[in-house]
C-alpha cells in the first residue's frame, strides 16, 4: 500500500511515498486538517461548514465541500480506478472520515512520543525521557496549521501551540534533570521571551542559570517577572516560582547538581551511553514564509548520502534571516539526524570570529572526548573520525569565510553540513550556495500579522503593506517593527508607517532593545576594506533603483575594470546586489545606511567630487544620443565646459536604448546635483534640458518639478541668473508636457527675461515654446512674433532642423489667423526641409503640423495621409505621447472623411496613450473625438460620455477647445452642460 504521511504542525503537507502532494487552496486544506485531528472518527457535513466558515457561510456551502472532498480523494489516492469506491476518505452517514495509520500524522507520533516521554520519567529514566522529548519537538515544523483558514483551524492553531509549549518546558525540566543546564539556558531564554507570562519556564530559567553559576541573574530573572506580573496582571508571582526565588537566596544544597550530565539506568538490553548532542537553537513560533525554499533545503539535507559530504550554504545581507531559516530547516529534519546536532555561532560578521581550533574542542567534548588534542589539524582528524560512523547535522551560523569552516567539515557522506555567511562561501568544493533574498510583500505581511495580531493587519491593510515596504521586506526589520508596535497597543499601524515613512529617520525607528538594524548592517560594513567601504558610500550618493557600471567607475574616479572589482566585492560581502551583469543596486536599508555614513564622515568635498565626474559622464553623453536620435539640430550651449567626450553611441537605437535604459538614473543624477552648490548646479540643469528634449514623459512630472523647485532656490541663493533662467526654462517645458500652460507661459517668460544673449539657441527654444503655449491657448496674434523671433536666430545660428520645426508651428498660428493658404505653405516647406535632413524626429513633427493644417483647411483626406505616416515614425521612435496625440488628430480627420468606426479606433487608441502617459490634453482630445465618432455611429449616450469627459478636461485645462465640445454637447438636445470652474 503507498505510504501517505501527514504534517500539521506547521504548514500543512502530505507525502505520498515521499513525494510532495499538492493539496490545493487553503480552504480545502482547511477540510482536510478538520478530518485529520479528528483521528479517523467521522466529522458531519454540517460541523465541517461550521469549522470552514462559521456563522457566514456561502451560499453554496455544502456543494463546495463536496468539491474539496472529490479533490481530496483524487490527490491522496491518485491510483483509484473511476466509479471504485474511496478507502482511505471515505464517506459515512451525513459526513466523511479519513482513515490513515496513526503513525501517517506527525501530530499522532507527537502525542505518542511525548506520553513514551511522561512513561521513561515515571520509570526513572531521564536521558530516554529527554530525547524522546526532543524528537517529538522536532516534528514541529512553524506555527501549527500554518494559513489555515476558519474557526476550527484557529481553535486547533493555539491548542496544538499550548502542546508544542508545554512539551518543551517539559523538555527544558528533563535537560535540567539530567545535568544539561548550560545546554538549556538559550532555549529557555528563547521561550520566556516568546511566552513571558508563563512562570514555569521562568522558574527553569532560574534554576539553569543558578547551576551555571549565575546566581546574580537567576535573581534579576524573578526581578524581571515579579514586575512584569505585577504590571501587566496587577498579581504576585505563584509559590513555584517564589519558592525557587526563596531556596536560591537561601543556596539550598538540592538545588545543586553534577556538572557532567548524570548517568541513565542501565537497561537489561544495552549498556549505558550518553545523550547525543542536541545543539540547536530554539525553532520560532512565528517562522514565516519560503515554503519552498524549506521544502528544497529540507530534501538536500536529508538526502545527505553518496561520495561526500553535503555542504550547504546560505548568503544574504545581514537581517534576511539566514540563521532563523538554517534553524527552522535543522528542526525540520533532525529526525533524520538520529546521532544528533551541532551548532555554533562562528561569529564572523563580528570583530572577533570563532577560532576554528577552539570550536572542533567544544565539538569534540559535545561527543564524549575529555582529553583534547593540542593542534588544530589533530582535532580536525579526530573530529572526522568520530564522525565518520555516525548521521549528525552540523550547523555553522555566522561563519565569515570559507577558511574559517573548512576544518569543521567530517570527512566521509552521511552527515550533513548547514551553514550560514554574509559571503557567499564559494571555496568549498561541491557546496550547494543558496541566496537567502528578501521576503516577498506577502511573506513579509504575514510576519508582521503574527507577531501584532491579524486583527490590527486586517483593520489597516494599507498601512501594514507600508510598513513591511519601509522595512525593505527585510525579516529583522519587520520583526523589529512588528516588535514595536505589539508593544504599544495605543499606536495604530497608521502611526508606525507615518514614522517610518521618514527615511532619515528609517534606521533610528528600526530598533528595540538590544536589536537594530543599523547594527547588523554595522557588522557587515565593518568587514569591509577601506577602498570598498569608500565604494560602499559614493555609490549612495545617487538615489537610484541601480547603478549602471560606467556610472559607478565616474563616482569612484577609477576605470571601469577596478571599479567593477570594488563593486563585485561588494556583492561577495552581500553589501550590493548584481542581478544584472554590469549593473547594481542596494537593499533600500543598506542604501539609508551608506548615506548615513557618508553624513558621518561628512567629507563634502569628496562627495560632490564624485557627483561632478558623474555629470561630466552623464551630461555629455546625452548630449551624444541627442546627436544621434536629431542628426544637425542645435543644442543650447552648455553653462560650463563639458569634461570630457562621454560614450559613444553611434545610432539612433544606441541612443534610445541607453536612455530607455538610463532614465531613471540620469533623473536621479540630477535630483542628487541640484541640491549642492552651484558647481553641481549648471551642469545638472543643462542635463536636464537636454533629456526634455528627449524623453517626453509626464510620468515623471512630479519627481521632476520637486528638483527644480530645489535648483530654483539654489539658483536664486548664489545670485546664478544663468542658471535660473534656464531653469524656468526647463519649468516651461517640463509644465507644457504636464499640460499646465499658463504655468508653461509665466516660467518660460521668466526666463527670456533673465535671458541676456539675444542670439542664442536658448532664446530661440524660449521663444518657440511660448510661442507654442500662446497658440493652444487660442492667442495666434501673441504666437507669431516669438515664433518670428525664434526663426530668426535659428536662420542665424544654421539651426536647420529648428527652422523647419518653427516654421510647422508656425503654420498653426497663421492658421488661427485665418490664413490657410499661408499657413499650407509654411508647413509643406517644414516638411520638405525635414526630409531633406534625414532627422526622423523633425520629420515626425512636421507631418503632424501638416496634418493639423489641412484637417482645418478641408482636406481631410491628404491630412488623414500625413498623419498616419507621422505616427508611423512616432511609433519607431518610441514616443508614446506623441503617438497619442497623432492618433487624436487622425480621429479628427477620419471623422471629417465619413470615416466614422475607423476614427472611434484610432480614438480609443489615443485615449489608452493619453491615460497610460498621464496626459490629460490627449485624453480630451481622445475624448471628444470618440466621443463625435460614437454619435456618428448611432451610440448617444456613450458618445455624450466620452463629450463630457472631454469639455471637464478642457475647461480645467483653460484651453479653448472646450468651447466647440460645449456646443456639440448642447446640440444633441440633452441636459445641458454643467458649469465648470474656472481654469486655474
Given at each position: 500500500?503507498?505510504?501517505?504521511?501527514?504534517?500539521?504542525?506547521?504548514?500543512v503537507?502530505?507525502?505520498?511515498?515521499?513525494?510532495?502532494?499538492?493539496?490545493?487552496?487553503p480552504?480545502?486544506?482547511?477540510?482536510?486538517?478538520?478530518l485529520?485531528?479528528?483521528?479517523?472518527?467521522?466529522?458531519?457535513?454540517?460541523?465541517?461548514?461550521?469549522?470552514?466558515?462559521?456563522?457566514?457561510?456561502?451560499?453554496q456551502a455544502?456543494?463546495?465541500?463536496?468539491?474539496?472532498?472529490?479533490?481530496?480523494?483524487?490527490?491522496?489516492?491518485?491510483?483509484r480506478?473511476?466509479?471504485?469506491?474511496?478507502?482511505?476518505?471515505?464517506?459515512?452517514?451525513?459526513?466523511y472520515?479519513?482513515?490513515?495509520?496513526?503513525?501517517?500524522?506527525?501530530?499522532?507520533?507527537?502525542?505518542?512520543?511525548?506520553?513514551?516521554?511522561?512513561?521513561?520519567?515515571?520509570?526513572?529514566?531521564?536521558h530516554?525521557?529527554h530525547?524522546?522529548?526532543?524528537?517529538?519537538?522536532?516534528?514541529?515544523?512553524?506555527?501549527?496549521?500554518?494559513g489555515?483558514?476558519?474557526p476550527?483551524?484557529?481553535?486547533?492553531?493555539?491548542?496544538?501551540?499550548?502542546?508544542?509549549?508545554?512539551?518543551?518546558?517539559?523538555?527544558?525540566?528533563?535537560?535540567?534533570?539530567?545535568?544539561?543546564?548550560?545546554?538549556?539556558?538559550?532555549?529557555?531564554?528563547?521561550?520566556?521571551?516568546?511566552?513571558?507570562?508563563?512562570?514555569?519556564?521562568?522558574?527553569?530559567?532560574?534554576?539553569?542559570?543558578?547551576?551555571?553559576?549565575?546566581?546574580?541573574?537567576?535573581?534579576?530573572?524573578y526581578?524581571?517577572?515579579?514586575?512584569?506580573?505585577?504590571?501587566?496582571l496587577?498579581?504576585e508571582?505563584g509559590?513555584g516560582?517564589?519558592?525557587?526565588?526563596?531556596?536560591?537566596?537561601?543556596a539550598?544544597p538540592?538545588?545543586?547538581l553534577?556538572?557532567?550530565?548524570?548517568?541513565?539506568?542501565?537497561?537489561?538490553?544495552?549498556?549505558?551511553?550518553?545523550?547525543?548532542p542536541?545543539?540547536?537553537?530554539?525553532?520560532v513560533?512565528?517562522?514565516?514564509?519560503?515554503?519552498?525554499?524549506?521544502?528544497?533545503?529540507?530534501?538536500?539535507?536529508?538526502?545527505a548520502?553518496?561520495?561526500?559530504?553535503?555542504?550547504?550554504?546560505?548568503?544574504?545581507?545581514?537581517?534576511?534571516?539566514k540563521?532563523?531559516?538554517a534553524?527552522h530547516?535543522a528542526?525540520?529534519?533532525?529526525?533524520?539526524?538520529?546521532?544528533?546536532?551541532l551548532?555554533?555561532?562562528?561569529?564572523?560578521?563580528?570583530?572577533?570570529?570563532a577560532?576554528?581550533?577552539?570550536?572542533?574542542?567544544?565539538f569534540?567534548?559535545?561527543?564524549?572526548v575529555?582529553?583534547?588534542?593540542d593542534s588544530?589539524?589533530?582535532?580536525?582528524?579526530?573530529?572526522?573520525?568520530?564522525l565518520?560512523?555516525?548521521?549528525?547535522?552540523?550547523?555553522?551560523?555566522?561563519?565569515?569565510?570559507a577558511?574559517?569552516?573548512?576544518?569543521?567539515?567530517?570527512?566521509v557522506?552521511g552527515?550533513?553540513?548547514?551553514?550560514t555567511?554574509?559571503?557567499?562561501?564559494?571555496?568549498?568544493?561541491?557546496?550547494?550556495?543558496?541566496?537567502?533574498?528578501?521576503?516577498?510583500?506577502?511573506?513579509?505581511?504575514?510576519?508582521?500579522?503574527?507577531?501584532?495580531?491579524?486583527?490590527?493587519?486586517?483593520?489597516?491593510?494599507?498601512?501594514?503593506?507600508?510598513?513591511?515596504?519601509a522595512?525593505?521586506?527585510l525579516?529583522?526589520?519587520?520583526?523589529?517593527?512588528?516588535?514595536?508596535?505589539?508593544?504599544?497597543?495605543?499606536?495604530?499601524?497608521?502611526?508606525?508607517?507615518?514614522?517610518?515613512?521618514?527615511?532619515?529617520?528609517r534606521?533610528?525607528?528600526?530598533q528595540?532593545?538590544?536589536?537594530?538594524?543599523?547594527?547588523?548592517?554595522?557588522?557587515?560594513?565593518?568587514?569591509?576594506?577601506?577602498?570598498?567601504?569608500r565604494?560602499?558610500?559614493?555609490?549612495?550618493?545617487?538615489d537610484?533603483?541601480?547603478?549602471?557600471?560606467?556610472?559607478?567607475?565616474?563616482?569612484?574616479?577609477?576605470?571601469?575594470?577596478?571599479?567593477?572589482?570594488?563593486a563585485?566585492?561588494?556583492v561577495?560581502?552581500?553589501?550590493?546586489?548584481?542581478?544584472?551583469?554590469?549593473?547594481?543596486?542596494?537593499?533600500?536599508?543598506?542604501?539609508?545606511?551608506?548615506?548615513?555614513?557618508?553624513?558621518?564622515?561628512s567629507?563634502?568635498?569628496?562627495?560632490?567630487?564624485?557627483?561632478?565626474?558623474l555629470?561630466?559622464?552623464?551630461?555629455?553623453?546625452?548630449?551624444?544620443?541627442?546627436?544621434?536620435?536629431?542628426?544637425?539640430?542645435?543644442l543650447p550651449?552648455?553653462?560650463?565646459?563639458?569634461?570630457?567626450?562621454?560614450?559613444?553611441?553611434?545610432?539612433?537605437?544606441?541612443?534610445r536604448?541607453?536612455l530607455?535604459?538610463?532614465?531613471?538614473f540620469l533623473?536621479?543624477?540630477?535630483?542628487?546635483?541640484?541640491?549642492?552648490?552651484?558647481s553641481?548646479?549648471?551642469?545638472?540643469?543643462?542635463?536636464?534640458?537636454?533629456?526634455?528634449?528627449?524623453?517626453?514623459?509626464?510620468t515623471?512630472?512630479?519627481?521632476?518639478?520637486?528638483?527644480?523647485?530645489?535648483?530654483e532656490?539654489?539658483?536664486?541663493?548664489?545670485?546664478?541668473?544663468?542658471?535660473?533662467?534656464?531653469?524656468?526654462?526647463?519649468?516651461?517645458?517640463?509644465?507644457?508636457?504636464t499640460?499646465?500652460?499658463q504655468?508653461?507661459?509665466?516660467?518660460?517668460?521668466?526666463?527670456?527675461?533673465?535671458?541676456?544673449?539675444?542670439?542664442?539657441?536658448l532664446?530661440?527654444?524660449?521663444?518657440?515654446?511660448?510661442?507654442i503655449?500662446?497658440?493652444l491657448?487660442?492667442r495666434?496674434?501673441?504666437?507669431?512674433?516669438?515664433?518670428?523671433?525664434?526663426?530668426?536666430?535659428?536662420?542665424?545660428?544654421?539651426?536647420?532642423?529648428?527652422?523647419?520645426?518653427?516654421?510647422?508651428?508656425?503654420?498653426?498660428?497663421?492658421?488661427?489667423?485665418?490664413?490657410?493658404?499661408?499657413?499650407?505653405?509654411?508647413?509643406?516647406?517644414?516638411?520638405?526641409?525635414?526630409?531633406?535632413?534625414?532627422?526622423?524626429?523633425?520629420?515626425?513633427?512636421?507631418?503632424?503640423?501638416?496634418g493639423v493644417?489641412?484637417?482645418?483647411?478641408?482636406?481631410?483626406?491628404?491630412?488623414?495621409?500625413?498623419?498616419r505616416e507621422?505616427?508611423?515614425?512616432?511609433?519607431?521612435?518610441?514616443?508614446?505621447?506623441?503617438?497619442?496625440?497623432?492618433?487624436?488628430?487622425l480621429?479628427?480627420?477620419?471623422?471629417?472623411?465619413?470615416?466614422?468606426?475607423?476614427?472611434?479606433?484610432?480614438?480609443?487608441?489615443?485615449?489608452?496613450?493619453?491615460?497610460?502617459?498621464?496626459?490629460?490634453?490627449?485624453?480630451?482630445?481622445?475624448?471628444?473625438?470618440?466621443?463625435?465618432?460614437?454619435?456618428?455611429?448611432?451610440?448617444?449616450?456613450r458618445?455624450?460620455?466620452?463629450?463630457?469627459?472631454?469639455?471637464?478636461?478642457?475647461?480645467?485645462?483653460?484651453?479653448?477647445?472646450?468651447?466647440?465640445?460645449?456646443?456639440?454637447?448642447?446640440?444633441?438636445?440633452?441636459?445641458?452642460?454643467?458649469?465648470?470652474?474656472?481654469?486655474?
Amino acid at each position: 500500500m503507498p505510504a501517505l504521511r501527514f504534517q500539521v504542525l506547521g504548514p500543512v503537507q502530505a507525502w505520498l511515498d515521499g513525494k510532495p502532494l499538492s493539496l490545493g487552496s487553503p480552504q480545502q486544506q482547511a477540510v482536510l486538517t478538520a478530518l485529520l485531528l479528528h483521528s479517523g472518527r467521522p466529522v458531519t457535513t454540517q460541523d465541517l461548514v461550521d469549522g470552514l466558515w462559521g456563522d457566514r457561510p456561502p451560499a453554496q456551502a455544502v456543494a463546495a465541500l463536496r468539491t474539496y472532498i472529490s479533490r481530496l480523494r483524487t490527490v491522496i489516492e491518485p491510483r483509484r480506478e473511476v466509479r471504485a469506491p474511496a478507502e482511505l476518505l471515505v464517506s459515512v452517514a451525513d459526513g466523511y472520515a479519513l482513515r490513515i495509520p496513526g503513525d501517517a500524522l506527525d501530530v499522532t507520533v507527537f502525542e505518542s512520543l511525548s506520553a513514551e516521554a511522561a512513561a521513561a520519567r515515571a520509570a526513572g529514566d531521564l536521558h530516554e525521557a529527554h530525547r524522546l522529548l526532543v524528537r517529538a519537538l522536532g516534528l514541529f515544523s512553524g506555527r501549527p496549521l500554518t494559513g489555515i483558514p476558519g474557526p476550527y483551524a484557529d481553535a486547533q492553531r493555539l491548542r496544538l501551540s499550548e502542546r508544542q509549549v508545554a512539551a518543551s518546558e517539559d523538555m527544558c525540566a528533563a535537560a535540567l534533570d539530567i545535568g544539561l543546564h548550560a545546554e538549556v539556558v538559550g532555549e529557555l531564554n528563547s521561550l520566556t521571551a516568546e511566552h513571558p507570562l508563563r512562570e514555569r519556564l521562568r522558574e527553569l530559567l532560574m534554576l539553569a542559570l543558578y547551576r551555571c553559576g549565575r546566581q546574580a541573574e537567576s535573581l534579576g530573572v524573578y526581578t524581571d517577572t515579579r514586575k512584569l506580573l505585577i504590571d501587566e496582571l496587577g498579581v504576585e508571582p505563584g509559590s513555584g516560582l517564589s519558592a525557587m526565588h526563596s531556596r536560591i537566596l537561601a543556596a539550598d544544597p538540592t538545588l545543586a547538581l553534577p556538572a557532567v550530565p548524570t548517568t541513565a539506568p542501565l537497561r537489561e538490553d544495552s549498556p549505558a551511553a550518553p545523550p547525543p548532542p542536541a545543539q540547536l537553537p530554539a525553532d520560532v513560533s512565528d517562522f514565516s514564509g519560503r515554503s519552498e525554499l524549506v521544502t528544497d533545503l529540507s530534501a538536500v539535507l536529508m538526502n545527505a548520502s553518496g561520495q561526500a559530504v553535503v555542504v550547504t550554504s546560505l548568503a544574504g545581507i545581514g537581517g534576511v534571516g539566514k540563521t532563523t531559516l538554517a534553524v527552522h530547516v535543522a528542526h525540520r529534519v533532525r529526525a533524520d539526524f538520529p546521532d544528533g546536532q551541532l551548532y555554533v555561532d562562528l561569529r564572523g560578521a563580528g570583530a572577533s570570529p570563532a577560532d576554528p581550533a577552539v570550536v572542533l574542542g567544544d565539538f569534540l567534548h559535545a561527543l564524549g572526548v575529555t582529553d583534547n588534542p593540542d593542534s588544530l589539524e589533530q582535532r580536525a582528524a579526530l573530529y572526522r573520525s568520530l564522525l565518520a560512523s555516525r548521521r549528525m547535522l552540523i550547523l555553522l551560523d555566522n561563519a565569515r569565510d570559507a577558511e574559517q569552516i573548512r576544518p569543521l567539515i567530517p570527512g566521509v557522506s552521511g552527515c550533513a553540513v548547514l551553514a550560514t555567511s554574509r559571503s557567499r562561501l564559494a571555496g568549498i568544493p561541491g557546496a550547494h550556495l543558496v541566496d537567502v533574498e528578501e521576503l516577498t510583500p506577502q511573506e513579509a505581511l504575514a510576519l508582521f500579522s503574527a507577531i501584532v495580531g491579524e486583527h490590527r493587519v486586517t483593520a489597516e491593510p494599507e498601512a501594514a503593506m507600508a510598513v513591511v515596504t519601509a522595512c525593505g521586506f527585510l525579516p529583522l526589520a519587520v520583526r523589529i517593527a512588528a516588535a514595536r508596535l505589539a508593544s504599544r497597543p495605543r499606536w495604530s499601524v497608521s502611526d508606525l508607517a507615518r514614522r517610518l515613512a521618514d527615511q532619515r529617520r528609517r534606521l533610528d525607528e528600526l530598533q528595540l532593545g538590544n536589536l537594530a538594524v543599523e547594527t547588523t548592517i554595522g557588522l557587515g560594513y565593518g568587514q569591509l576594506s577601506p577602498s570598498e567601504a569608500r565604494a560602499f558610500r559614493l555609490l549612495s550618493l545617487i538615489d537610484s533603483t541601480d547603478i549602471p557600471l560606467a556610472a559607478a567607475a565616474a563616482l569612484l574616479g577609477e576605470d571601469e575594470d577596478t571599479a567593477e572589482a570594488l563593486a563585485e566585492a561588494l556583492v561577495e560581502a552581500n553589501m550590493l546586489e548584481c542581478f544584472t551583469p554590469g549593473r547594481y543596486r542596494y537593499h533600500d536599508l543598506l542604501r539609508l545606511y551608506a548615506q548615513r555614513q557618508n553624513e558621518r564622515i561628512s567629507d563634502i568635498e569628496e562627495q560632490q567630487t564624485a557627483v561632478r565626474r558623474l555629470l561630466d559622464l552623464l551630461l555629455p553623453t546625452a548630449r551624444n544620443a541627442a546627436r544621434s536620435i536629431e542628426p544637425d539640430d542645435q543644442l543650447p550651449e552648455p553653462l560650463n565646459p563639458l569634461g570630457s567626450s562621454g560614450m559613444e553611441l553611434p545610432t539612433s537605437q544606441d541612443a534610445r536604448e541607453w536612455l530607455r535604459t538610463e532614465i531613471t538614473f540620469l533623473l536621479s543624477a540630477v535630483e542628487a546635483a541640484v541640491r549642492g552648490p552651484g558647481s553641481l548646479l549648471r551642469p545638472a540643469v543643462d542635463l536636464l534640458i537636454v533629456l526634455n528634449s528627449l524623453v517626453e514623459d509626464p510620468t515623471h512630472g512630479s519627481r521632476v518639478r520637486r528638483f527644480l523647485e530645489a535648483a530654483e532656490r539654489n539658483a536664486e541663493s548664489y545670485g546664478d541668473s544663468a542658471a535660473l533662467a534656464r531653469v524656468h526654462f526647463a519649468f516651461g517645458t517640463l509644465q507644457s508636457i504636464t499640460n499646465d500652460f499658463q504655468g508653461a507661459e509665466r516660467s518660460l517668460r521668466k526666463s527670456l527675461s533673465l535671458q541676456v544673449d539675444d542670439m542664442t539657441v536658448l532664446r530661440s527654444a524660449t521663444a518657440n515654446d511660448l510661442g507654442i503655449i500662446l497658440s493652444l491657448a487660442n492667442r495666434p496674434a501673441e504666437a507669431l512674433p516669438f515664433f518670428e523671433q525664434a526663426l530668426a536666430i535659428s536662420r542665424v545660428v544654421g539651426a536647420p532642423i529648428g527652422e523647419a520645426r518653427l516654421l510647422g508651428n508656425m503654420a498653426r498660428a497663421q492658421l488661427g489667423l485665418g490664413e490657410a493658404e499661408v499657413a499650407v505653405r509654411s508647413v509643406t516647406e517644414a516638411v520638405a526641409t525635414a526630409r531633406a535632413s534625414k532627422n526622423g524626429p523633425c520629420l515626425a513633427d512636421t507631418l503632424y503640423q501638416l496634418g493639423v493644417v489641412l484637417s482645418s483647411a478641408d482636406d481631410p483626406l491628404a491630412a488623414a495621409g500625413h498623419l498616419r505616416e507621422s505616427h508611423r515614425l512616432y511609433q519607431s521612435q518610441q514616443n508614446r505621447l506623441r503617438e497619442g496625440y497623432t492618433l487624436a488628430r487622425l480621429s479628427s480627420a477620419l471623422l471629417a472623411a465619413g470615416q466614422h468606426a475607423e476614427a472611434a479606433e484610432a480614438a480609443e487608441e489615443s485615449l489608452t496613450i493619453g491615460q497610460e502617459m498621464d496626459s490629460a490634453y490627449c485624453q480630451g482630445l481622445a475624448n471628444a473625438a470618440l466621443g463625435e465618432a460614437l454619435l456618428a455611429l448611432a451610440q448617444p449616450a456613450r458618445g455624450l460620455a466620452c463629450l463630457r469627459e472631454a469639455h471637464a478636461i478642457f475647461t480645467r485645462l483653460g484651453v479653448p477647445e472646450a468651447s466647440p465640445v460645449a456646443d456639440l454637447i448642447s446640440r444633441q438636445h440633452t441636459e445641458p452642460v454643467p458649469s465648470s470652474p474656472p481654469a486655474p
